[in-house]
């Protein structure tokens, strides 16, 4: 079994904030590839299904960002699985829009989820890093991180979703180039 944690605040007032990406990524992954119901579990919300041959549980942490390790260690003792079995969707600002790179471990870049992630569980856990840009001044960080996205980027986002689901296959099979690959492939214009 596989645990895919996207990182997100709970509440409607964030569901398009840049910050929220990694919960929209599960949404659509649930989505694409019929999961079950929501369920709360683990200070969060679950769904169990399949991806190709793979079991997967999507988790999303409804304990607001700065905690989100809280709920996914939670998840991960309950199935006494390590941090190889954990893969972490989140936004990154040091990619440009609508990009998505895949690695395991790596620096923490000032993000307050993945910095909770690796003060519960260390930080060898695989992420799948979905570029939100950079808004070129650091002052300016906050607002774009925690401001929604715009109407003319909607649709990029929308495709970058889909193309995420439709290769989902690959990330579960432990393909992070090829999944990397095709999503790319998928987003040419």
């Not at 079994?1 to 997100?8: D, N, P, R, S, V």
């Not at 929209?24 to 169990?48: R, T």
């Not at 942490?61 to 941090?83: I, Q």
């Not at 893969?87 to 990619?95: A, I, Y």
Request: proline fraction near 4%; glycine fraction near 14%.
């Amino acid at each position: 079994m596989q645990i895919w944690a996207g990182l997100g605040n709970p509440g409607p007032q964030y569901a398009l904030h840049r910050h929220n990406v990694g919960f929209m990524a599960c949404d659509v992954i649930a989505e694409m590839h019929d999961f079950g119901p929501v369920q709360k579990k683990f200070s969060g919300w679950v769904q169990e299904g399949r991806i190709g041959g793979d079991k997967v549980l999507l988790l999303k942490p409804a304990t607001y960002m700065n905690e989100s390790g809280r709920s996914v260690g939670e998840a991960l003792r309950f199935y006494k699985l390590g941090t190889e079995a954990l893969t972490v969707f989140h936004d990154e600002l040091d990619l440009a829009p609508f990009k998505v790179k895949v690695r395991t471990g790596g620096g923490l870049a000032g993000h307050n989820g993945l910095r909770s992630i690796d003060k519960h569980l260390g930080p060898d856990f695989r992420r799948v890093r979905i570029g939100i840009g950079h808004p070129g001044h650091k002052d300016r960080v906050t607002g774009h991180v925690l401001g929604n996205y715009a109407k003319a980027e909607l649709e990029d986002l929308t495709d970058m979703l889909a193309a995420m689901g439709a290769e989902a296959e690959w990330l579960a099979k432990g393909d992070d180039a090829r999944f990397m690959s095709d999503v790319a492939l998928r987003l040419q214009k």
